[in-house]
Each structure stands twice: as structure tokens, then as C-alpha cells.
């Protein structure tokens, strides 16, 4: 079974950026997954950010997109989410997770970022 | 901007039967829109319940079904029991390459 760890900052400053990098085991990067983030303000509800294929190919949350970068190291077997010019309203837990066609599948525990001076 | 509406909260008895509901701003919500359905309980990741509208993911207790009712996708649990009690989330796929989650439902079992 596949197993995501999402990491990095827990604190991000206004106007700066977000970057987040999720682990995958059990499993192969490579596979036929799509590999995604989904993030939740705290007591709201979830958004979809975005995705990222093997192979680079991405798709982005319309309302989003101009900030939102997700790329993949497979010889890493990680994906990575980038956030430019985060404000108060980015701060949220982000969980990292798969997608088969139409569906979410596998989901990381999720890692809560603070943006706050 | 696609809005997809899911009812705020809902309230059941044990053992009872409730429908929640997952509908579109505008227009239609039909098969092709893929449905999927996702359960979270306070302080944890989403887990998948229901996906292409209909089918039960592994492990998934068959008291829970999806369908189309209407113009709307809906998830349907039947015999609620106390750790049904959570929040419930739909997610369709609006072509073009992108998912819309649901605004969610609080599901109360009391």
C-alpha cells in the first residue's frame, strides 16, 4: 500500500513562498497515479490544488494556477508543491495524495502551514 | 466559478437511513462528472468512500451506496451507527482536468 509523508516549513512569512515536499513508499512513483495536494483552512473545507503525472504533466486549480507550481523527482520518489506570495488565507493543512482516474486514493497525514509574520 | 453545493449538516437516528446530496451552482451533475464521496473525521486525512458515483471503495461497509438523484450526485447511508458521526465531502471532476471538492456536510448521528 502507499504511503505519503508531507514536509516542510511550518511557518511561512506573508508575500514569501510555500514549499512542501511529500515522500511516497510502497509504491512507485512511475506508476499510473496521478500525484496530488489538497489543502484545508482550519474548520473549513478541502480544496484541490493541483497534480502532477511521471512524466511532469500538470493540472492546476484554475483560481490558483498563477502561484501554484507541483513537480516530481523520481529519483527521489517525491513530489513537491511550491506557493508564491502566500497571505493569511494560504495557511491551511496540506495533505499530499494520489489519484487513478477519477478518484482520490491514498492520503498523507497532512502538514498544518501558518502564514504569520 | 464552479460551486458545488452539498446541505451544511444533517441529523440521524441510530439505525436510521439519511440522503446527502451533491449539486452543481449551475447545471446538472451526471455521471460524467465522475462523483466521489470522502469521510473525515476531526484531525484526520479524508478516507475514500465512494467513487465514479457508485462504486464502494475496499473495505467501505455497504451501508453506504451512491447514485444520481435528480440533477444531483447523492451519498446514502443506511442504519447510520455513532461512528458515522463526521464530515462528508463530494468531489466531481469538471473536465478539462480539475476537481471541485464539495462545501461538505456535518453528519450528526443522535
Known amino acids: 500500500q502507499v504511503q505519503l509523508r508531507e514536509s516542510g516549513p511550518g511557518l511561512v512569512e506573508p508575500s514569501g513562498t510555500l514549499s512542501l515536499t511529500c515522500a511516497v513508499s510502497g509504491g512507485s512513483i512511475s506508476s499510473g497515479d496521478w500525484w496530488n495536494w489538497v489543502r484545508q483552512p482550519p474548520g473549513k473545507g478541502l480544496e484541490w490544488i493541483g497534480e502532477v503525472f511521471h512524466s511532469g504533466i500538470t493540472n492546476y486549480n484554475p483560481s490558483l494556477k498563477s502561484r501554484v507550481t507541483i513537480s516530481v523527482d523520481k529519483s527521489k520518489s517525491q513530489f513537491s508543491l511550491t506557493l508564491n506570495s502566500v497571505t493569511a488565507a494560504d495557511t491551511a493543512v496540506y495533505y499530499c495524495?494520489?489519484?487513478?482516474?477519477?478518484?482520490?486514493?491514498?492520503w498523507g497525514q497532512g502538514t498544518l502551514v501558518t502564514v504569520s509574520s | 466559478q464552479t460551486v458545488v453545493t452539498q446541505e451544511p449538516s444533517f441529523s440521524v437516528s441510530p439505525g436510521g437511513t439519511v440522503t446527502l446530496t451533491c449539486g452543481l451552482s449551475s447545471g446538472s451533475v451526471s455521471t460524467s462528472d465522475y462523483p466521489s464521496w470522502y469521510q473525515q473525521t476531526p484531525g484526520q486525512a479524508p478516507r475514500t468512500l465512494i467513487y465514479?458515483?457508485?462504486t464502494r471503495s475496499s473495505g467501505v461497509p455497504d451501508r453506504f451506496s451512491g447514485s444520481i438523484l435528480g440533477n444531483k450526485a447523492a451519498l446514502t447511508i443506511t442504519g447510520a451507527q455513532a461512528d458515522d458521526e463526521c464530515d462528508y465531502y463530494c468531489?466531481?471532476?469538471?473536465?478539462?482536468?480539475?476537481?471541485?471538492f464539495g462545501t461538505g456536510t456535518k453528519v450528526t448521528v443522535l
Open positions: 468531489v466531481l471532476y469538471m473536465g478539462s482536468d480539475f476537481y471541485v
Open positions: 465514479n458515483t457508485n
Open positions: 495524495l494520489t489519484s487513478s482516474p477519477y478518484r482520490f486514493d491514498y
